[in-house]
């Protein structure tokens, strides 16, 4: 009996989660696989149309646009923000003193609003009084209209982006590299390996599965990026950064179409879900 009431709390925590999980996760996927195939103004009652939004959605010239800006972000971004989190923990993990203290530090910008961080940089970019401009004149340098332009915006998002999110990457690289038995390291060293050598030979490997996984997810959610482009430049200057998910949020909320916003949520869903299907076979390939 104890067991069996053990087992009945178990389950229903494990209820809780699934309920969540329907609610806010499966029915949304359902009605937008739905909603993709009708036209509606959420008002009248639905007209099917087949794969009319699909062709709306493909003949629409910032289609393209859409895809190769959200392309080219995720690449940038995976640069910066699959790199940088891996290099600052492997740093942390090497260091002896004040490692709880940077930790925080590094983890800061994770527990700030996306709103607030999106803000301050906001004021960052300010080509007037702008912190980054102040920084390059300091060294007589020209400042940048980082916002304004089409060859820095994008590059100004990705920074945006890689600030905000790279606490939780690193500290979940932190956990991976402590993980690895120190006598690895020990006979690493015995044998004359310098931190380059340990890093190649000891480190990435034992962190392989890690460094995968992070990368599928990075993926993942660089390519869904629609907070930065939305609050700070509003798909300009030029739609030069009019994302995938962007362009989905003006197809529901300022054209009111919201059978092809959910055609692109589709389109988007099903490459996502290729990528990460592909990802996993990796996965289980390098664990056998």
């Not at 300091?138 to 304004?148: E, K, R, V």
Request: glycine content about 6%.
């Amino acid at each position: 009996m104890p067991v069996l009431r053990r087992n009945l709390t178990a389950y229903g925590f494990l209820c809780a989660a699934l309920l969540c999980f329907a609610v806010f996760a499966w029915y949304p996927m359902a009605r937008e696989f739905i909603l993709s195939f009708q036209s509606t103004n959420l008002i009248d009652p639905p007209t099917w149309v087949g794969l009319d939004n699909f062709s709306y959605a493909v003949s629409d010239p910032a289609f393209a646009d859409a895809w190769l800006a959200t392309l080219q972000f995720t690449f940038l971004a995976l640069a910066c923000g699959y790199v940088v989190p891996f290099v600052v923990a492997v740093v942390l993990n090497e260091l002896r003193h004040a490692r709880a203290y940077l930790r925080f530090v590094v983890y800061l910008p994770v527990m700030l609003p996306p709103i607030v961080a999106v803000l301050l940089f906001r004021w960052f970019f300010d080509p007037g009084p702008g912190l980054f401009n102040q920084v390059l004149g300091f060294f007589q340098l020209p400042g940048l209209a980082w916002l304004d332009s089409p060859t820095t915006a994008l590059i100004s998002l990705v920074i945006v982006s890689t600030w905000m999110n790279m606490g939780s990457a690193t500290l979940i690289y932190l956990a991976a590299l402590q993980n690895i038995p120190s006598e690895l390291y020990e006979a690493a060293e015995l044998d004359g390996a310098g931190i380059w050598k340990r890093i190649r030979h000891v480190t990435i490997p034992q962190t392989r599965l890690i460094l995968l996984l992070m990368l599928m997810l990075q993926i993942v959610a660089t390519m869904q990026v629609f907070i930065e482009p939305y609050m700070l430049t509003g798909g300009g200057p030029e739609n030069s950064t009019v994302t995938v998910a962007y362009l989905l949020f003006q197809y529901a909320f300022t054209y009111q179409n919201y059978g092809s916003a959910g055609a692109l949520g589709m389109m988007l869903m099903i490459v996502l879900l290729a990528f990460a299907a592909f990802q996993l076979r990796l996965t289980r390939e390098d664990k056998t």
